[in-house]
């Protein structure tokens, strides 16, 4: 799988979460502490952006219903959502944020 650039790291405040495109997907890009997560940016449950969400505890919440997911794992931490969401692997070079796709 390709390793593409997504970001600086400085475009990710610590805490914060942002979207940006990759191809034809959109990731949400989370900074936590000394590491950068990466998951799909669709909420599973009504289709809202994560990019919008709040972070904290490892965690991505929703802004439109308050499901939340693990930032390392996708997985569904928080109904209404029903289906976990991809996480992705990131890796830092110098300034710039990569995903593997």
């Known amino acids: 799988m390709p390793w593409v650039r997504v970001a600086k790291t400085s475009d990710i405040q610590e805490g914060q979460i942002r979207t940006f495109a990759v191809g034809s997907k959109k990731i949400a890009v989370a900074h936590v502490g000394k590491a950068f997560f990466a998951v799909d940016d669709t909420c599973t449950h009504l289709q809202c952006s994560l990019g919008g969400g709040t972070v904290s505890n490892g965690e991505v919440e929703c802004p439109c219903h308050?499901?939340?997911?693990?930032?390392?794992?996708?997985?569904?931490?928080?109904?209404?959502?029903?289906?976990?969401?991809?996480?992705?692997?990131?890796?830092?070079?110098g300034e710039e944020l990569f995903v593997e796709i």
Do not use: H, N, W
């Open 66 to 93: 308050g499901a939340r997911f693990d930032l390392a794992t996708g997985e569904v931490r928080a109904l209404p959502a029903p289906i976990s969401i991809q996480a992705y692997k990131v890796k830092v070079g």
